[in-house]
């Protein structure tokens, strides 16, 4: 049997388990399948408009997320919401429509080592990382779930900064609506007076 040629979002598989290792130091499963989720994302939307994301785990896919799009933590058009479910939201910055998808535990019955590394059934140490990336190769899709969403766009933007104010305990700068101090002083008086 050859292999399976899978492209994600145009990199070839190999292709981007190489800007994966060198974006997230390693080549995790987790941004691999989150390179999947990505493309399938991409494919059920309209091409041509600017997309926010939603993660609604904080572990390995958001960095899927900064590979392949232009969402980013820092630009805030790529949110957190840590519900500790693997699933990631792309939808239209205007109208709020957009996919959800997730990764469907009822679907990996015939991929037992990304099962056993999804539902921790294997210590990281006995993974064979070739077999799983073998498998979601295979995969692809097949191991995913997708739906039509739509949200409210304003509950996920991250709200503006605002004025800006200079902490008079250590001179830097925060935003001013923290309060009289930055943030971080306040939690350095309240460590100090706990002791």
Not at 13 to 33: D, L, M, N, Q, T
Not at 54 to 76: F, H, K, M, R, Y
Not at 119 to 140: D, F, H
Request: net charge positive; proline share 6%.
């Amino acid at each position: 049997m050859g292999k399976i040629e899978r492209k994600i979002c145009g990199y070839t598989f190999e292709e981007f388990i190489e800007r994966v290792k060198a974006f997230h130091g390693s080549c995790a499963p987790g941004v691999i399948i989150g390179g999947v989720m990505v493309d399938v994302a991409q494919k059920h939307l309209p091409p041509g408009r600017f997309y926010d994301a939603i993660c609604e785990t904080s572990v390995c896919l958001p960095d899927a997320v900064q590979i392949l799009t232009p969402c980013t933590i820092g630009n805030g058009w790529l949110s957190i919401v840590d519900f500790g479910r693997f699933a990631i939201i792309l939808y239209d910055k205007e109208t709020g429509e957009g996919v959800r998808v997730h990764l469907d535990p009822q679907k990996l019955s015939n991929f037992p080592e990304i099962e056993a590394w999804f539902l921790k059934k294997k210590a990281k140490k006995e993974q064979a990382i070739e077999s799983i990336l073998r498998e979601i190769r295979a995969g692809g899709e097949e191991i995913l779930r997708w739906e039509k969403v739509r949200i409210r766009p304003e509950t996920y933007r991250r709200p503006k900064l605002g004025a800006v104010a200079i902490c008079p305990v250590c001179g830097e700068a925060y935003p001013a609506k923290h309060g009289e101090k930055c943030l971080a002083c306040v939690a350095k008086e309240k460590e100090a007076q706990a002791i």
